[in-house]
């Protein structure tokens, strides 16, 4: 049965040899059973489509004569594609030849051992509304995996010396064989006992027993900046779980702003309520009002406001960085009288008949 190569790496009929071959690289990464989730067929299938479209000829002869055409032996996949160019390779799928020699080549880079890497730490605080617009440090105390003070984490006891690890025999990585549907493969990964570095200390440090690491309580400084929203996480690179022979983790902290009973935040702005009386929005009035980084200021109500009316306080906001700010802006609600007296309702009806 043909098949169609072109759908079977999800390139356009005019593809470019570069982008046929990007196509490949991905899907081979994917389908290569030796992976997790990996498909030998889909592999083999993916192999035998490359093949046919990387040669020119080959590939002319598949767009001219379409069904009929004869992928010259590559249906069996894997057996039509040459990996006679990879390093290791000796001529025969029984040979011995590095995994990391063919897809390293592939996907840029050879084979390497990848780094140790500590784990990621994820705590929450808690700051008030007022830290969350002005920033705030804080520290706080983590029961973590850390590098031993004592051995700085080498994991020797200071003044020993070191000497060549029998694990890897001063390698640094150990090389495992693994057979697959196109030969036996050799993958590369640090030794676990010296972790890369081929040697190991004479005598162990006392405090950690050699491990370079060991769990303890750290104060963490911890830097709020200004604006900061509810909710919104800090990345600390480096301030998460130590491990020997590589890198440390991340420190991730999630900030939960405190409500404010008369302050809330829109974007740079900082928002309130403000009641007023009826008299007051009829004739204008001053009003001592509460501000989110000082001493009360005076709030002019202009005469005839109405109900939901917005006044502005630049510069009372959120800060933008150098000397900028955001506003304070003071929502107006008028609080109408529950109950009004004769003489009040005696005005108000002779405001009525002037048609106010």
């Known amino acids: 049965m043909s098949k169609d190569y072109y759908n079977i790496?999800?390139?356009?009929?005019?593809?470019?040899?570069?982008?046929?071959?990007?196509?490949?690289?991905?899907?081979?990464?994917?389908?290569?059973?030796?992976?997790?989730?990996?498909?030998?067929?889909?592999?083999?299938?993916?192999?035998?489509?490359?093949?046919?479209?990387?040669?020119?000829?080959?590939?002319?002869?598949?767009?001219?004569?379409?069904?009929?055409?004869?992928?010259g032996g590559a249906p069996g996949g894997a057996q039509g594609f040459d990996f006679s160019g990879f390093q290791g390779f000796d001529g025969s799928f029984n040979g011995e030849f590095d995994l990391g020699d063919i897809f390293g080549g592939m996907f840029g880079g050879g084979a390497q051992p990848r780094e140790h890497r500590g784990r990621d730490i994820s705590i929450d605080i808690t700051v008030s509304f007022s830290e969350s617009i002005f920033g705030v440090e804080r520290s706080v105390l983590i029961s973590k995996t850390a590098v031993c003070e004592t051995c700085k984490g080498s994991g020797a006891k200071p003044g020993t010396k070191e000497k060549k690890c029998e694990t890897c025999n001063g390698m640094g990585k150990i090389r495992e064989a693994r057979s697959s549907f196109i030969g036996t493969f050799t993958t590369v990964r640090a030794c676990d006992i010296c972790f890369g570095k081929g040697k190991v200390p004479e005598d162990p440090c006392a405090t950690c027993h050699g491990a370079g690491v060991h769990r303890r309580e750290e104060e963490i400084n911890i830097k709020v900046p200004a604006g900061i929203n509810n909710g919104e996480?800090?990345?600390?690179?480096?301030?998460?779980?130590?491990?020997?022979?590589g890198s440390a983790g991340d420190l991730y902290v999630k900030v939960h702003v405190e409500r404010h009973?008369?302050?809330?935040?829109?974007?740079?702005?900082?928002?309130?309520?403000?009641?007023?009386?009826?008299?007051?929005?009829?004739?204008?009035?001053?009003y001592d009002i509460?501000?989110?980084?000082?001493?009360?200021?005076?709030?002019?109500?202009?005469?005839g406001v109405?109900?939901?009316?917005?006044?502005?306080?630049?510069?009372?906001?959120?800060p933008l960085g150098g000397h900028r700010r955001g506003d304070m802006l003071i929502t107006l609600a008028i609080k109408m009288p529950a109950k009004i007296s004769r003489k009040a309702e005696t005005l108000l009806e002779d405001l009525r008949k002037e048609g106010m």
């Open 306 to 318: 109405n109900f939901g009316e917005v006044l502005r306080v630049r510069g009372k906001g959120v």
């Open 233 to 245: 996480v800090i990345r600390l690179t480096g301030a998460g779980e130590a491990v020997r022979g």
């Open 261 to 286: 009973k008369v302050f809330r935040r829109e974007g740079s702005n900082i928002i309130m309520d403000l009641d007023i009386k009826l008299s007051d929005a009829l004739l204008g009035a001053s």
């Open 9 to 71: 790496l999800g390139v356009d009929k005019k593809a470019s040899s570069e982008d046929i071959k990007k196509a490949f690289r991905k899907l081979a990464h994917k389908y290569h059973p030796d992976k997790s989730g990996g498909d030998e067929a889909r592999f083999k299938e993916v192999s035998e489509a490359y093949q046919v479209l990387s040669d020119e000829k080959r590939r002319a002869e598949y767009d001219t004569y379409g069904q009929t055409f004869n992928a």
């Open 290 to 303: 509460p501000t989110i980084d000082g001493p009360n200021i005076s709030l002019k109500v202009p005469k």
